[in-house]
């Protein structure tokens, strides 16, 4: 009876992941370039005979519970997360008529010098910094292929190729690249992101064009992720019921089918 119960601890586990995931997207529905996450489940097959820890402790009682836990052995099937998978597609256009705003339309990520290295991001909601270094809204320069970025007023231009005109000069090209795998590609907060892969594998965007006067908007559509969290929601409700019928089982098998009667 006891191993029953840990089907749907796990679902209400996997569920809960979900429940983390969905509520994420919706709290960035109006958050500029940001890209939705969803999870997948996978079965868990059983492992009847896999690494079960002695039931009896040492003599001297100092063995490190590392070696003890986690308990492993399960033999039903169960359900575990598979991966987060991140929805990449285009957002919705926002027209602003703001030059410090830029769209990406295409495959592509702007680069970004952060305190802690270059991270990317799709969010083009620019500002000018006291110095007149293009930043991002968090206030960290935007990289153009020659460095930062300088332009002496508000008055640029950004064509469909990133580049930076000034008094009919160019001035720099924005530093726009793209990535081999995007599953390497970590959320890090501020709505950037840090690549953990092989730095050979990142490459000028190609296929991407800029938009200035538009911002990219979320592609989280908030009517699905609604209907998702309401599906979640449910289904964690379930197995939280499931788990708790099969402790008032084990509570009664306990207590009254094991009485001893006179």
């Known amino acids: 009876m006891l191993n029953n119960i840990y089907v749907p601890v796990a679902g209400a586990l996997a569920q809960e992941r979900a429940l983390e995931a969905i509520s994420n997207n919706l ?35 100092k063995e490190d519970m590392s070696s003890v836990f986690p308990l492993r052995g399960n033999e039903m099937n169960s359900v575990g997360v598979a991966t987060v998978e991140r929805d990449f597609s285009q957002g919705p256009a926002i027209h602003t008529q703001n030059a410090h705003d830029v769209m990406l339309q295409g495959d592509g990520f702007l680069s970004v010098q952060t305190p802690e290295g270059v991270r990317y991001t799709r969010a083009g909601d620019l500002s000018l910094t006291n110095d007149g270094v293009l930043s991002s809204k968090m206030g960290d320069p935007i990289m153009g292929e020659k460095g930062l970025v300088y332009v002496r007023s508000t008055d640029f231009k950004i064509n469909a190729q990133g580049e930076i005109f000034q008094d009919g000069q160019m001035v720099d090209r924005l530093k726009v690249v793209t990535f081999d795998n995007k599953k390497e590609l970590e959320k890090v907060g501020n709505n950037y992101y840090h690549f953990g892969g092989d730095e050979k594998t990142i490459k000028p965007a190609a296929n991407c064009r800029i938009e200035q006067g538009f911002l990219e908007g979320s592609n989280v559509n908030a009517v699905k992720s609604m209907t998702s969290m309401i599906v979640a929601h449910r289904s964690y409700e379930a197995y939280q019921k499931a788990v708790s019928n099969y402790d008032k089982m084990m509570e009664k098998s306990s207590n009254v089918i094991g009485e001893v009667r006179a």
């Open 27 to 61: 709290a960035n529905v109006n958050t500029v370039g940001f890209k939705g996450d969803a999870v997948a489940f996978t079965l868990l097959n059983p492992e009847p005979n896999k690494n079960y820890p002695s039931a009896i402790p040492p003599a001297n009682f």
